[in-house]
């Protein structure tokens, strides 16, 4: 099973808003609607920020939303702030009960 | 507060084993599916393994498969992983994470441990 693919980076200001994506394939992000997000700061563990593509867990600012298209899933931070800034992780069900995660992107608030 | 705590880790051999463990609180630990992921420090993550609620279901991820097991004791609200004949691509910071409830269709991760750093050198 192949990593999803992530860019490496991504930027933006406070206050605006940067979009990461997310590519699988037909086998996993294109097949299920189980794609997930995980915040994760530097010597921390991940946090859940998104599951099942666009749903956000109790306790998660609004300002971030998931999506997807195909097999490409995104995930969007609008109003960026400084805790935002952050390694970000997708994942997806990739059926017979195996699971892939993305290669990760770290998000740099200028 | 739900929480998960990792224990075990360390430095071994390669071909060496060792034995993490994953403590439980906060919630009903055997109505849940429990994982086993890794991550390369400055790398992704990557899935590993996953245990039923009740332990009789387990699945693991190709690059394991043989020589980990995954295992739990839901009257000490515990979950194991034994690696077996570890390699230098083992090397990694190993979390358990917390999966849905058994029965219900969730496959996301909400709730991890600190992570458990686990070497393989000579």
């Known amino acids: 099973q192949s990593a999803l693919t992530q860019p490496p980076s991504a930027s933006g200001s406070p206050g605006q808003s940067v979009t990461i994506s997310c590519t699988g394939t037909?086998?996993?992000?294109?097949?299920?609607?189980?794609v997930s997000w995980y915040q994760q700061h530097p010597g921390k563990a991940p946090k859940l920020m998104i599951y099942e593509v666009n749903k956000r867990p109790s306790g998660v600012p609004d300002r971030f939303s998931g999506s997807k298209s195909g097999n490409t899933a995104s995930l969007t931070v609008s109003g960026l702030q400084a805790e935002d800034e952050a390694d970000y992780h997708c994942s997806s069900f990739a059926g017979s009960n195996n699971y892939v995660f993305g290669t990760g992107t770290t998000v740099t608030v200028l | 507060e739900v929480q998960l705590v990792e224990s075990g880790g360390g430095l071994v051999q390669p071909g060496g084993s060792l034995r993490l463990s994953c403590a439980a609180s906060g919630f009903t630990f055997s109505s849940y599916w429990i994982h086993w992921v890794r991550q390369v420090p400055g790398k992704g993550l990557v899935w590993v393994s996953r245990?039923?609620?009740?332990?009789?279901?387990?699945t693991y991820a190709d690059s394991v498969k043989g020589r980990f097991t995954i295992s739990r004791d839901n009257a000490e609200n515990t979950l194991y992983l034994q690696m077996n004949s570890l390699r230098g691509e083992d090397t990694a910071v190993y979390y358990c994470?917390?999966?849905?409830?058994?029965?219900?269709?969730?496959?996301?991760?909400?709730?991890w441990g600190q992570g458990s750093l686990v070497t393989v050198s000579s």
């Open positions: 245990i039923k609620g009740d332990g009789t279901s387990t």
């Open positions: 037909s086998s996993d992000v294109g097949a299920y609607n189980y």
């Open positions: 994470a917390r999966g849905g409830l058994v029965g219900a269709s969730h496959y996301s991760f909400d709730t």
